[in-house]
C-alpha cells in the first residue's frame, strides 16, 4: 500500500530527445505528486510537483502527466540536455509536503 | 536568500554511540523534514516538524528521534548507533501557502558508522 514504484532505473537519451520517467503507487489517499533532480555530491532538487485535480501540469521543458484511475505519473523532459543528466526521483505523499515514499531513481544520461 | 544549512556534512561514529544532526531551515520556512538516504533502500522518511510539532514519521526504531526549536532549526539524534546506520542524512525546509508549494533540501550530513 504504501509502495512507489519508479522505472526505468537508468535511461540514455541523446539531446533534444525526449526523456520519460514513469511511477506508479498503491495509496489511493495520496494526493501530492513530487519530482526532484539529484545531482551527485547534492542534495535532491524540486522540480516540479501535481495535485490530483488536475491530469497535466508543466512548467519549462518539464511536464507531469498523472493518471488518477491508473494510479500513474510520468515526468517528461523534452529536448532533454546534457545538463539534464542526473538521478531523478518521484514520490508520492498525503497531508503535508514532508511525508513522502520515494521510487528508487532513475539514472538519466544524456548524451551530446 | 540563504539556502538549507546542515551541519556537521561528514562525520564517523562507532557503533553503540550516539550522533546529533543539526538543520536550519530557510528564513521563514516552518517545516522541516528529515530524510535518510542509501544506495540499498534510496531515500526514507525519517519525521516531520512543524512549528515545534512532530507531525509525521516515518518507519524507523524509536532510536531516532528530532525536535525543532522556535527559530524552526530542527536537530536528529540517533542514539546506539548501528553499522546499518550508514547513510547520508537529508534535511528539507518547506513553505506551503495557498499559491506556493517551495522545497529546499539541503547537502545533506553523511554519516559513516563504523
Known amino acids: 500500500q504504501q509502495q512507489v514504484k519508479q522505472s526505468p532505473q537508468s535511461l540514455i537519451v541523446q539531446k533534444g530527445g525526449i526523456s520519460i520517467i514513469n511511477c506508479a503507487y498503491e495509496?489511493?489517499?495520496?494526493?501530492?505528486f513530487p519530482w526532484y533532480q539529484q545531482f551527485p555530491g547534492k542534495g535532491p532538487a524540486l522540480l516540479i510537483a501535481i495535485r490530483p485535480d488536475v491530469s497535466e501540469k508543466k512548467e519549462g521543458r518539464f511536464t507531469i502527466s498523472f493518471n488518477k484511475s491508473a494510479k500513474q505519473f510520468s515526468l517528461h523532459i523534452m529536448d532533454s540536455q546534457p545538463g539534464d543528466s542526473a538521478t531523478y526521483f518521484c514520490?508520492?505523499?498525503?497531508?503535508?509536503?514532508?511525508?513522502?515514499?520515494f521510487g528508487k531513481g532513475t539514472k538519466l544520461s544524456v548524451k551530446p | 536568500k540563504a539556502g538549507v544549512t546542515q551541519t556537521p556534512r561528514y562525520l564517523i561514529k562507532t557503533r553503540g554511540q550516539q550522533v546529533t544532526l543539526s538543520c536550519s531551515p530557510i528564513?521563514?520556512?516552518?517545516?522541516v523534514s528529515w530524510y535518510q538516504q542509501t544506495p540499498g533502500q534510496g531515500l526514507q522518511f525519517l519525521f516531520e516538524?512543524?512549528?515545534?510539532?512532530?507531525?509525521n514519521k516515518g518507519n524507523f526504531p524509536g532510536r531516532f528521534s528530532g525536535r525543532q526549536f522556535s527559530n524552526s532549526r530542527s536537530e536528529m539524534n540517533v542514539s546506539t548507533l548501528e553499522l546499518g546506520d550508514s547513510a547520508l542524512y537529508l534535511c528539507?525546509?518547506?513553505?506551503?501557502?495557498?499559491?506556493?508549494?517551495?522545497?529546499?533540501f539541503g547537502p545533506g550530513t553523511r554519516l559513516l558508522v563504523l
Open positions: 495509496n489511493t489517499a495520496f494526493d501530492y
Open positions: 528539507a525546509s518547506s513553505l506551503l501557502t495557498a499559491t506556493q508549494e517551495t522545497q529546499y
Open positions: 516538524y512543524f512549528s515545534e510539532t512532530q507531525r
Open positions: 528564513s521563514g520556512h516552518r517545516s
Open positions: 514520490a508520492a505523499g498525503g497531508g503535508s509536503q514532508g511525508n513522502l515514499i
